[in-house]
Every structure is written in C-alpha cells, then in structure tokens.
C-alpha cells in the first residue's frame, strides 16, 4: 500500500485529489494539511510515501518548505503542485530536493504516472512544465554559446577586481608580475567588449559570472 499525504489550503483542491483516488486500491491517502504548520506537525510522527505539495501556502512559502520537509525526511518523495508553470520555481523546487512538478490542471492518468515515476526513482515533470524548463536550457545554451570563454586566470581577475583589489595588489596575491594582471585585465575587457573596469565588472554580474 502507497500511501499520500496532501498539502493544499483550497479544500478543492485537496478534495478533487481525493476523488481522483478514491478507487485506486493501492493508494491511501494518510492525511491533508491546509498549510505549513500543520504539513510539519504530521510529518514528525508520519513518514508516507508521497506528498503533493502545493507552492502557495498562507503561512509560508512552498519553496522553503519543501527544503525543510527534505532536510528531516529523507524517504518520502516530494511533488510539487501548482497552477505556476514558470520554470525559475519549477528548477528551484527540485534544486530543493522535488522529485518532480504537477500543474493544478494535470488529469487522473498524469497524477498516477507522477506517483509512479517518483516511487521508482526518477523525476516527474508534467509536460507543459517540462517544455518551460526545456525552453529555458535553450536559452542559457544559446547565451552560452555566444558568450567567450574566460580562462581560470582571468576569473581570478575579474573576482578580485570585483573585490576592490588593484593591479599591483593581484599581482602580490597571485605571484604574478603586475604586467601580467594588467594582460588578464586588457583580455578580459576584449573578451567583454566593454573599455573600463566598471563596464567589465557590471556586465560580469548580468552574465552571472559574479
């Protein structure tokens, strides 16, 4: 026997997961939670083999929740449920320790195939989130590839200049010679198309290199 618990303040919601279940023998439904409180006061004395966790809950955020429910339990598989397909919560909720993402639209057959797919190891995203996340790896690979490739050396550079350090200041921490650092920096500024240290560095922070 599987047995789910439930974390959804809309008691429609939590009522229409029941009734989508009601006849499948295998699955029992432990418990329902309408928020955070309650969710981890029936997590310390229950362990179940699901829970569908909805992202907006009226006393805590859905994400840190999540991040709290898998720090204290390491066994039970974690699905998030929301109406959001935005794919910077879908990619945070599994960096959080989901092991996959329902939309509140989804149909009885993808919640079962959900449940199954996380119970044998792997991660369920329903398909539309799935497209968004996909969607935004395109785009970051596109990015990537348009970007120029720093080396070790010059990332060293760009984080201490981030730092405040001068020239000769890098040249003393890094044992190299301030003509050296002063070559990193010219190459940086080339590879980033930019003429001054503070272009370098605000452009280094829009790419995420900082």
């Known amino acids: 026997m599987l047995t789910l ?3 959804d303040d809309h008691p429609l919601v939590a009522g229409g997961i029941m009734m989508m279940l009601k006849d499948i023998s295998y ?11 309650e969710a981890l006061g029936f997590l310390e004395k229950n362990e179940p083999d699901v829970i569908l966790l909805d992202i907006s809950l009226p006393d805590t955020d859905g994400l840190a929740l999540c991040e709290q429910i898998r720090s204290n339990n390491k066994h039970s598989k974690i699905i998030g449920l929301t109406s959001a ?16 993402y ?14 199954d797919r996380v119970m044998n190891g792997k991660i369920y995203l329903s398909k539309s989130a799935n497209e968004k996340v996909l969607e935004q ?5 596109t990015a990537l590839k348009d970007f120029p490739a720093l ?3 010059e990332k060293e550079i760009l984080l201490l200049l981030n730092e405040g350090f001068n020239g000769p200041q890098m040249a003393e921490k890094l044992f190299l010679s301030p003509y050296t650092v002063e070559t990193h920096r010219k190459n940086l500024m080339q590879k980033l198309n930019v003429t001054s240290t503070q272009q370098l ?6 790419k995420g290199l900082l």
Do not use: P, V, W, Y
């Open 137 to 141: 790896f395109s785009s970051l690979n």
């Open 5 to 7: 618990f439930i974390i």
């Open 85 to 100: 397909n935005d794919a910077s919560i879908i990619t945070q909720m599994l960096h959080r320790g989901a092991n996959g």
């Open 151 to 153: 080396t070790r050396r």
């Open 27 to 37: 699955i029992h439904i432990a418990g329902t939670a309408k928020d955070g409180k």
């Open 201 to 206: 560095l605000k452009i280094a922070r829009e």
């Open 102 to 115: 329902l939309l509140k639209n989804m149909e009885r057959d993808e919640l079962l195939e959900a449940i």
